[in-house]
């Protein structure tokens, strides 16, 4: 007793002055500086004796040693990949690599790292009990420039997760199994969510397949009613323990469980033999806290737990892979982390300076009307209109007709579906936007739904060729905005359909933003 008592307060002092170390680099953040705090999240974990077993970020360093590569993009054009490391020890990710790497063409994230030095690293998810959309029933890649995020000034990019994507091991080292106590934390965009299942990071079973009640742990985020949830409308933090998501004791509704929908999200799912919890807070501010401690679900199979082992982003265990989210970093450990060492990792976060970023290009204004021009050296005189319901590039001019000039006029709004993105609404069709169906470009009217919403979602970002902006469609992050024989699509670079033909595709996609023909 009298050791362990040693041993209990050793840990105690060793986490105080890492937490102390937290907050000398909180104090000093706010400058744009390339090396972060030296005691990073799984540092504290360590301190508090439930070290890292997996840790993923696309962001920054995990540890304040950590020199290594955080993730691997593969771009279009040729296939070729590079990793993307850090700006010295602990430091921030190197933008600035993707950027030169993917300049001209697309870039997807092949491999999240595992920076624990297990090799518990996260690659495109298989087909399991459901297929992906991508080759052999594959889960589809993030596209890398899809969540542009800046940490104390720093240029990072995020994990976009569109429907259909995913990332998974199910061959991992040291992640708890059965019964064992783990606990994990996630950093989320708490703007991106859906309904679909399951936005999940965390514990699944290795075989990509529904192995029962009890065979997962993970942190899910996400406003589905399919089985829990809490109050208000959603988004919840959730566990996903299989065949259910889970806001408290009860399945379905439990009422301590908050919508929380912070721009940046830190989420937690801890569990132990018939205890486990929720918590979460605002990654940008603030501590965090608790939304549920206590016992494991009163339902059948969820006590032990039955827990496998791998690991999942972005996707169900069984590969359910109809849900949205955006990842930046998160850690699972061996063992159940205290409180006081998740409020370290909490401070960690919030000194680490996470801001919306720019993909660069025009600002699109909302509230301003623009004309989109094409910028493909055979149609660099044509604009973005519709005509009727029909979106095509059409030409037009000072002595156009004043309904040619209108149809090719925008009306920038917030993106319907998510504010930092942007819709498009017809200036001579008024509740009329832009959206896209079966992949081809329509102006339709607003009908409310949440499809609508996401079709009519594109994000912005600098023109793939270099000149104006491309634009992303939201619900299917690999598709751009393209014109293709003079007709309007959300196009891939490469795929089944004609239209996504490789060939032209970086100049089809770049659209110079012009001031408008119909102001
Ligand atoms: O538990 C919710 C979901 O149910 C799991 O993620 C999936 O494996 C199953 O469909």
């Keep these: 007793m009298q050791r362990l008592r040693s041993v209990l307060r050793r840990r105690a002092a060793a986490l105080t002055a890492a937490f102390a170390a937290v907050l000398v680099a909180g104090a000093l953040a706010g400058t744009s500086v390339s090396q972060a705090a030296t005691s990073q999240p799984c540092d504290l974990y360590a301190a508090g004796g439930t070290p890292c077993v997996a840790a993923h970020s696309t962001t920054r360093a995990l540890y304040g040693t950590y020199s290594g590569a955080l993730y691997q993009v593969r771009r279009a054009s040729d296939n070729a990949t590079r990793d993307i490391g850090v700006i010295g ?41 459901f297929n992906g959309p991508a080759a052999g029933g594959y889960d589809k890649l993030a596209n890398a420039a899809m969540a542009p995020v800046t940490l104390n000034g720093n240029r990072a990019y995020g994990v976009f997760v569109s429907p259909g994507t995913g990332y998974r091991n199910n061959a991992t080292n040291g992640i708890a199994t059965g019964d064992q106590p783990e606990g994990m934390y996630a950093l989320f965009d708490g703007t991106h969510y859906n309904e679909g299942c399951c936005f999940d990071y965390g514990n699944a079973e290795t075989n990509s397949r529904d192995n029962g009640n009890g065979t997962m742990e993970t942190i899910y985020f996400g406003n589905s009613r399919g089985w ?10 959730m566990a996903d323990l299989e065949n259910g998501l889970f806001s408290g004791v009860n399945s379905g509704y439990n009422a301590n469980d908050p919508t929380v929908n912070h721009r940046f999200l830190t989420a937690i799912v801890k569990g132990e033999p018939n205890h486990w919890a929720i918590r979460a807070g605002n990654a940008q501010s603030g501590g965090l806290s608790t939304y549920y401690n206590g016992a494991r679900p009163n339902a059948a199979g969820y006590n032990p737990m039955k827990k496998e082992g791998a690991i999942i982003l972005g996707i169900g265990g069984d590969n359910s892979n109809s849900s949205a989210g955006t990842f930046y970093e998160g850690v699972m450990t061996s063992g159940y982390p205290t409180d006081a060492t998740e409020n370290a990792v909490q401070a960690n976060i919030v ?25 493909t050296a055979c149609c660099t005189t044509n604009y973005l ?5 029909g979106v095509a590039t059409a030409p037009v001019d000072s002595a156009s007709s004043a309904t040619v000039k209108a149809n090719a006029s925008w009306i920038v709004r917030p993106g319907l579906a998510n504010t930092a993105c942007r819709s498009f609404e017809s200036k001579n069709t008024p509740g009329s936007y832009l959206r896209h169906q079966n992949f081809q470009l329509y102006l339709h009217p607003n009908d409310g739904s949440v499809l ?50 490789t060939a032209l595709w970086p100049d089809d996609v770049s659209w110079a933003v012009a001031a408008p023909w119909t102001p």
């Design 89 to 129: 020890a602990g430091g921030y990710a190197n933008a600035a690599t993707q950027d030169s790497f993917c300049a001209g063409t697309s870039c997807v994230i092949t491999v999240i790292y595992d920076q624990t030095g297990r090799n518990n690293r996260l690659t495109q998810a298989p087909p399991g009990g």
């Design 228 to 237: 829990g949830s809490g109050a208000g409308n959603g988004p919840w933090v």
């Design 351 to 375: 000194a680490a300076g996470y801001a919306q970023g720019s993909g660069g290009g025009a600002a699109l204004n909302t509230g301003s009307t623009i004309s989109l021009r094409a910028t």
């Design 385 to 389: 209109s519709h005509s009727g319901t």
């Design 452 to 501: 609508f919403a996401e079709d009519a979602t594109f994000c912005s970002q600098a023109g793939v060729n270099g000149q104006g902006n491309s634009l992303i469609s939201y619900n299917f992050a690999d598709r751009y905005i393209r014109h293709y024989a003079n007709t309007g699509y959300v196009a891939s670079n490469g795929g089944s359909n004609t239209f996504d033909a």
